[in-house]
């Protein structure tokens, strides 16, 4: 385990405190300097010799060996209570806490703010909940395995879109679609069924086909100012 500073390791059987009784009784602020780690407990040089230290409830930044920090030293108990200066200040700080965590803010907003992006990894579950959502973004990637969108409406407008899907279904109770112009090509087969059908063209309207069937169970009628077969 590496020590970053020459100091004797604390004794776990023996107190590191001063023999005055009063010191036993009030608790001790002091800097003292990280000098080695246990994983749980850090060794803390202080005036009185090295002695382990536990992060308190309340210090939030962990401490790293290296580290100044403050603590509280009573009865051969040690606690960090806060980091005053970081041993390595390049490396990434962190902040934990054991347990569930809960922010509240009963009469505030929340901004975060990060020069160089957010990294959030919520594990199994990632909950959001709010009345109105606003995302401004330059570029966007959505990877999933399977995406549910449920709504009264959506509306979508973009310049150009593409779709490409191995299979597509549509299901609505009415359909409409305006285009300006339309294309489609359909490279294998292409069955239409309805139970009513009408088309309108106001211009010209042909169909090209190595064979054509007109088939109807009562009638087929042609009507034109004439009519040209062959």
Known sequence: MSQLLAAPLPDDTETSLSADAKAHQEASLQHARLVMSDGKRYAAST??????????????????????????????????????ERGAPDSPAEVALPGDLQLSLPQGRLALTAAHGIALNA?????????????????????????????DEAYTQWNSRTDVSGSHLDIATRSESHAEHSVRRVAGHEEVSAQSMRQIVEHDWSVQADTADLQADDRVAVNAASVQLG
């Open 47 to 84: 005036r009185q010799g090295t002695q382990w230290v536990t992060p308190a409830a309340g210090c939030l930044l962990q401490p790293a060996v290296g580290d100044l920090a403050l603590v509280s030293l009573m009865d051969g108990q040690g606690y960090i209570l806060t980091v005053l």
């Open 123 to 151: 594990g199994p579950m990632l909950n959001l909940a709010a009345q109105q959502l606003t995302t401004v973004l330059q570029d966007a990637d959505v990877a999933c395995q399977t995406l549910n969108l449920t709504g």
